[in-house]
């Protein structure tokens, strides 16, 4: 499915979730202030807007909350700014805000004005970031190889109630689970492969991208 998203802010970390939204087949429109931080984004972002994004009535202007989420990845030496953004944004009714921090006490202070995730550049690549917008199945992704991911997410609904000797995920999808996660917290590790798959369990998987789409484990 489709999803629709404002990036605020194109410097390398904003480009970089832009990049793999945009390669998952999603809209993006990138807000920035810098003509050249624009032109450059332009070359790959079909709308590009140079405004001031503290500006309240151009928010007010973006219906914000016809976006799926919005991120904000203005520059840690302007978090003064990300502040207000993130403060304008809840008042706007953005369904989700993502926003990048610096420090720690930055990050309490963007989750204490509405900010519903937080990430560090230094610890959160871009692409990780757009993975895990792009599925509301996915908990956690990390890629492992040019092609290659591992996944954490929430039991499918086709899995639930089947045994890993049903599905026979690795032989069918050449997808290897590589821990099952019960509501308890146990970690189950290497799956038994008659255990049968709960609603509520965690999966962590490793594959080839093109065979985790698939399955629609990397987007929906």
Do not use: W
């Amino acid at each position: 499915m489709k999803k629709q998203f404002l990036i605020i802010g194109l410097g390398r970390f904003g480009s970089s979730v832009a990049h793999t939204l945009i390669e998952g087949g999603h809209v993006v429109v990138g807000i920035d202030q810098s003509e050249e931080k624009i032109q450059k984004a332009s070359e790959e972002i079909n709308d590009v807007i140079k405004c001031d994004a503290t500006d309240a009535d151009i928010l007010e202007s973006m219906d914000i909350p016809s976006y799926d989420a919005v991120i904000v990845c203005i520059g840690e030496k302007y978090i003064q700014n990300s502040i207000l953004v993130t403060l304008l944004l809840k008042e706007k009714g953005a369904k989700k805000i993502i926003a990048k921090a610096g420090t720690k006490t930055q990050g309490r202070v963007l989750q204490k004005v509405g900010a519903d995730t937080v990430v560090y550049p230094e610890k959160d690549m871009g692409e990780r970031v757009a993975r895990n917008l792009m599925s509301s199945n996915i908990i956690d992704f990390l890629r492992v190889g040019s092609n290659m991911s591992i996944v954490e997410i929430k039991t499918p609904e086709m899995m639930v109630g089947k045994s890993l000797k049903e599905l026979n995920l690795r032989n069918k999808y050449g997808v290897t689970i590589i821990s099952i996660k019960n509501k308890n917290n146990e970690i189950i590790t290497p799956p038994d492969v008659n255990y049968k798959f709960k609603e509520d369990d965690v999966l962590t998987l490793i594959g080839e991208d093109n065979l985790l789409k698939k399955l629609h484990f990397t987007e929906d």
